[in-house]
């Protein structure tokens, strides 16, 4: 496997030094990242001041609790994302997810490593990162992990440790597209084991996106059973609209 990491650190070398288009609206961009204007229509609602659940990140509007951490306590202790899952950051997840780009997860793990360097509170130094599982069925699907993609790529940036066996699924599972948020729960309950003790550790678990934050949620109590002190979300995006909101959608997070 040495060979194929030479080839991605090669490859990631060579695409920063070439002038390149950008990857939604094909304008003049370097190195395969987004161009200025893309970048900031992307990123610009995640740097806003709006007030957000500062577990889960969603959008309270004029609440003062957030919703589905009120509903159920998230195991996980704290998320980073990237953007909002909304036009027209969402177009770059379809590609990453639905279209297989998967070189496009070195651009959107940039996106997310710049959102964890501003996070306050900051991520813990010692966090070690975890690329949320896909469903043997995914991976034959698309011939990759997307949130594995993106994970490798940003304990690069921010040079931490990347550990993927940390978290293991210990069944198939089923497709949570079609699910609404209490069959979803349901769904992924014990879902992920973690196969070493972790004593204190802070692990900072990758996915894509966060719908309902049940994946989280159970790769967190997996996680934190086997002794992690804390566990960190590092998202892609964050669907603006509270979980319930969601149900209706199919879901972005759950194409696994
Ligand atoms: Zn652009
Ligand atoms: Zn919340």
Redesign the pocket.
């Given at each position: 496997m040495a060979y194929l990491h030479v080839l991605r650190e090669f490859t990631h070398t060579l695409l920063a030094r070439l002038p390149a288009v950008c990857g939604l609206c094909q304008g003049s961009a370097r190195g395969g990242q987004l161009c200025r204007y893309c970048h900031q229509a992307v990123t610009q609602t995640m740097l806003s001041s709006a007030p957000r659940?500062p577990?889960?990140q969603?959008v309270l509007g004029r609440r003062n609790v957030?919703p589905?951490?009120a509903r159920h306590t998230p195991a996980f202790d704290r998320v980073i994302a990237a953007f909002d899952y909304a036009a027209p950051g969402d177009l770059l997840i379809h590609r990453l997810k639905v279209q297989r780009q998967f070189t496009s997860a070195s651009m959107l793990a940039g996106l997310l490593a710049d959102a964890v360097q501003a996070s306050r509170p900051a991520l813990p130094a010692q966090a070690v990162l975890v690329p949320v599982p896909s469903s043997r069925a995914a991976i034959l699907r698309r011939g990759f992990n997307p949130a594995a993609e993106v994970a490798h790529s940003l304990a690069r940036r921010l040079q931490r440790p990347y550990r993927p066996g940390l978290v293991l699924r210990r069944r198939e599972g089923v497709k949570q597209a079609q699910l609404g948020r209490a069959a979803r729960m349901r769904s992924v309950q014990a879902l992920y084991g973690c196969p070493q003790r972790l004593q204190g550790a802070h692990i900072a678990v990758v996915d894509d996106v966060l719908t309902t934050g049940s994946t989280l949620h159970s790769v967190a109590q997996a996680l934190k059973s086997a002794g992690a002190a804390s566990v960190w979300g590092l998202v892609l995006a964050r669907t603006p609209s509270s979980a319930d909101a969601c149900e209706a959608l199919p879901g972005p997070g759950s194409l696994r």
């Open positions: 659940c577990v889960c969603l957030c589905d951490c």
